[in-house]
């Protein structure tokens, strides 16, 4: 039977970062994807990068073109009631953000594992593990009708939501902890200047809506929608048509129109698993956690579970050591809950949510007026938005 020292599960961001971090480190892995690679890079998310990020980008060896790309953003604004409140990250904290996008990072990272010669299996299918309670577990997939089986030191669960991992931990061992919220986001990416320099964040009694985007070129915009709709019921005029009216008086001259490129819908929610071991299999990324998207945490805490992770891994191979991987869990948890807790609150302040008592309302409207009147409130905004320290 083949052996490898690490097997990773999903070739997401997540499993590309750990797969190219161990690569330098003289660590040998094996990625088996359920996808294909022109799917994986279809999927349009996240866009914002902490600095946490970045600099893991840079010790993989994948960041030439996002420090020639990307964009530095010192602030974001924050609109309620139509006036614009600018959080300047630079000021409050000494730091910023990246806006370089998901699709690139995966992009970059996909070739520098190419390019490095380290194997990722596509179109691996019906992937399962035994044995990981035992100190060399085995990973079984399918691939083009046969049945392969490695044995390996570690599994690396980054197979996001939906993946094969986190199932596998036995129900009497894992506990989740779940909010699903009363809407989703429509997501439309098109190749139209953004309509300002900064993400803008927006409060609006029809809804909550985001301008982000990838490039000077490139915008990304969203729009808080209800659970039910259909993605075919929002032709780009609608959509436009919508976005326009969240727009503060200011902007909305300034939006430049033009087809989508890609319209999505995604619901909200927030999930951790507990623990993010069992035996031999590490969980990282969404396969463990999820964020609702309102705080731009989701593909970095991904980041900093796999920094944890390089590192308990580094110390076993070159040291024999095993407090890193035995404490990994642990340190892991404690930056996601403050993930959650922060991604929680900045949906919970910015979203209209339907049916809400009025005094959740009036608290609402209190958050908002106590975050704008006091330099210690922004500033905790944001520390948390440009990372908290790993
Ligand atoms: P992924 O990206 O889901 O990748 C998992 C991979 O595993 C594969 N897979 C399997 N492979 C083999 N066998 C199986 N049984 C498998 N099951 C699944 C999948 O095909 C996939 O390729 O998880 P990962 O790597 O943990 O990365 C997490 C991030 O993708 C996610 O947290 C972010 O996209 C969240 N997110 C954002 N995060 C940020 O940090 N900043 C943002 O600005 C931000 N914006 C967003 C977002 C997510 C969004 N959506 C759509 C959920 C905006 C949106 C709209
Ligand atoms: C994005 O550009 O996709 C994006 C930016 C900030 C968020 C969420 C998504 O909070």
Not at 152 to 164: L, T
Not at 230 to 246: C, V
């Amino acid at each position: 039977m083949k052996s490898v020292s690490v097997v990773i599960i999903g070739a997401g961001p997540a499993g590309l970062l750990l797969g190219q971090l161990l690569q330098t480190s003289g660590i040998e892995t094996l990625i088996l994807e359920q996808r294909s690679p022109d799917y994986v890079l279809g999927r349009i998310r996240a866009g914002v990068l902490e600095q946490g990020t970045v600099s893991l980008m840079r010790q993989a060896g994948c960041a030439e073109r996002m420090d020639k790309e990307g964009l530095v953003h010192h602030g974001t604004a924050l609109m309620v009631k139509g006036q614009m409140h600018r959080i300047d990250f630079q000021d409050l904290t000494g730091s910023s953000v990246l806006v370089y996008g998901q699709t690139e990072v995966t992009r970059d990272l996909m070739a520098a594992r190419a390019a490095c010669g380290a194997p990722t299996i596509y179109e691996a299918e019906d992937v399962s593990f035994s044995g990981l309670d035992t100190e060399n577990p085995i990973v079984r997939y399918r691939k083009d009708r046969m049945e392969h089986q490695i044995r390996c030191d570690f599994i690396a669960g980054c197979d996001g939501f939906h993946g094969v991992s986190r199932r596998s931990i036995p129900a009497n061992v894992l506990k989740t902890y779940e909010r699903v919220y009363p809407f989703g986001w429509l997501g439309l990416l098109s190749d139209t200047p953004p309509v300002d320099d900064e993400l803008i964040y927006i409060n609006d009694r029809r809804g909550f809506a985001l301008c982000s985007m990838r490039s000077h070129s490139r915008s990304r915009y969203y729009l808080q929608c209800g659970l039910d709709e259909k993605i075919e019921d929002w032709s780009d005029e609608r959509f436009w048509d919508a976005l326009q009216e969240r727009l503060p008086a200011t902007h909305q001259a300034r939006l430049v129109r033009g087809p989508s490129i890609e319209k999505s819908i995604a619901p909200l929610r927030s999930f951790v698993a507990e623990p993010m071991r069992y035996g031999q299999l590490f969980l990282a990324g969404d396969a463990a956690h999820i964020v609702p998207p309102t705080g731009a945490k989701g593909l970095n805490l991904a980041a900093s579970d796999v920094y944890y992770l390089w590192q308990g891994l580094k110390e076993f191979y070159h040291h024999r050591q095993t407090e890193g991987l035995d404490g990994y869990a642990v340190k892991a948890l404690a930056r996601v809950w403050k993930a959650e807790r922060f991604s929680w609150w900045m949906t919970t302040m910015l979203h209209q949510f339907p049916d809400q008592p009025v005094f959740e309302t009036k608290i609402q409207q209190a958050e908002l007026a106590y975050l704008f009147s006091s330099r210690a409130a922004m500033t905790a905004l944001a520390e948390n938005y440009v990372g908290l320290p790993y």
